[in-house]
């Protein structure tokens, strides 16, 4: 259920209502709109009662929300939220945000060569991983706080904002020390304490979808997030794996651009994809990307080194910061003539009238 209260409710109206809610156990998280402020119920609902909240004074109206992530659907936050970050507006009506740099931080002059090398290509937030959720131990696990301090420096002196996994809870506190953005990566979309210790930074979170974990499932899990009081939020597709895998592909996943227009109608939140790990080849980067920006992603992760062959990790699928530029330059083109086109993007529709 959300509380709608009226445009004229006051404090101590507001107050009452968050109190009933409280009482009976539950807790609450406040949306304080332009014109409204909308009370989100976190617990279980049946604790309360919906005719009695409806007539308290100053609320307007008690609705009850059917999709089981309440607090990430549009019916609790109609409006498209941007998600800012030192300068960059992420989401809406912005043009592409791409987040791009190598997939993990080697060293300082690594960090601060390629950097350089993607903003000029176009970037606009610079990523890099210190703390590297590996499928073997056997490969390089990232280089931890040395590798923070680097991107930090790096992001200072190329004046970029910049983006890094935290992998651990007991990780939190440092990572959203030296980094503007936390990602919350595919391999920890399901542990709620990372989740939510993250989310209580209140820094922006790039939170990736597991690549086992339906749209349901994924969105249940970001509500998390926002249960934690942060709406700073990033969903991002990076690709998705058969159950089971049984059947030989060409790729170890498949980017599932059916989740962009299905996020976005869903979701007031921005969305990103990550055609890099959602295909793993460099070769279908591109192909991947303006594929991603016709369904309407608000910005892009993509990989990219210019010593790929010497790459800690995911050199396969790491672009030339020539050809990340070229991506970046037909992609913002492509949003364009969309933008302008009869038939924009999906969440153009539902702005204004409402969940369908
Ligand atoms: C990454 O961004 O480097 C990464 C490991 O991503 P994912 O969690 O999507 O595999
Ligand atoms: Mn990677």
Redesign the pocket.
Known sequence: MSVAMKPSATRAQLDEVVHKIKSAGLKVDISSGEFQTVIGIIGDEKRIDFDQIRSMPGVYDAIRIQVPFRLMSRSYIPKDVVVKVHGVSIGRDNPPVYMCGP??IESYEQIHRIGKQVKEAGAHIL?G?AY??RTSIHSFQGLGLEGLKHLQSAGKDLDIPTIT?VRSEVDVESVAKYADIL??????MFNQDLIEATARTGKPILF?RS?AAQIDEYLSFAERIVANHNKNILL?E??IMPLGGTFKSQTRFTLDLNAVPILRKETPFPVIA?P??GTGRRDLVLPMSRASIAAGAHGL?I?AHDRPHEAL??GAQALDPKELAKIIRMCNLLHKTIRESETPFSSDFVNGNGHD
Do not use: L, T, Y
């Open positions: 997939c993990s990523r991983g590297k959720p996994e990602q919350i990566g595919a391999r920890n990736k690549f991002c990076r690709g990550d890099s790990h992760m990989e990790s995911d």
